[in-house]
């Protein structure tokens, strides 16, 4: 029996997506004919047209390397995930410390006793399966709450910092994926990892 390995990461992925960028888009009336042509669609988008959006990005690596509330939770999970790993392997050693004891003295056992060995072992196995599921879910739970909260944080500075700089949309993103070139002076990563520190830092003293 093996302790197998309980792979987690806090993965930010999308989560700056594309927001704060509003569109209403509507059916136009559709017109009929003699010769039943298909109904024409027309639609608008309200507001400004895209072609004449305020685009900025955030970098998602600079997020992860100076967002205190991001290392500070991958720390945790880094914590939580050695601790788990550490007590599947001390229940993979005891059973199969206890296997080999018992294979020792299988010999020497009577049938009935061999038959409660097998089932002492069958046990220490549904055991192990049973905490490794209960420990993989703990975890998981964790990472998914500390996702949606990172998420959150997010979200609620990029709300007034959208509408103070009359920006349009904010795209998260990761080096060399999805995009060739984006102009620096789109790049707002600076403003956004200083304002969620300082908001960090506030939680943190109770402000």
């Not at 608008?44 to 992860?64: C, H, L, T, W």
């Not at 060995?117 to 703990?138: F, G, H, I, S, V």
């Amino acid at each position: 029996m093996n302790s197998s390995k309980l792979s987690l990461g806090l993965n930010i992925g999308l989560l700056i997506a594309v927001i704060f960028l509003f569109v209403k888009v509507y059916s136009g009336p559709a017109t009929s004919s003699e010769t039943a042509e298909p109904a024409e669609t027309k639609t608008e988008i309200s507001g400004k047209p895209m072609a004449g959006a305020k685009i900025a990005f955030v970098r998602n690596d600079s997020i992860q390397s100076s967002y205190k509330f991001y290392i500070k939770s991958e720390k945790e999970l880094q914590e939580s995930k050695d601790a788990a790993e550490a007590t599947l392997k001390k229940k993979a050693e005891y059973a199969m410390a206890r296997e080999k004891k018992l294979n020792d003295e299988a010999r020497f056992m009577t049938q009935s006793e061999q038959q409660k060995a097998m089932m002492e072992l069958q046990n220490l196995q549904m055991d192990y399966q049973r905490k490794q599921e209960e420990l993989m879910n703990d975890l998981a739970m964790k990472e998914q709450n500390l996702t949606d909260k990172l998420y959150q944080n997010i979200e609620a500075f990029l709300d007034g910092y959208v509408k103070e700089h009359k920006i349009d949309i904010v795209m998260n993103y990761v080096p060399r994926l999805g995009f060739l070139y984006i102009n620096p002076e789109m790049d707002i990563t600076a403003d956004v990892v200083k304002g969620l520190n300082a908001e960090y830092d506030n939680a943190m003293n109770g402000k």
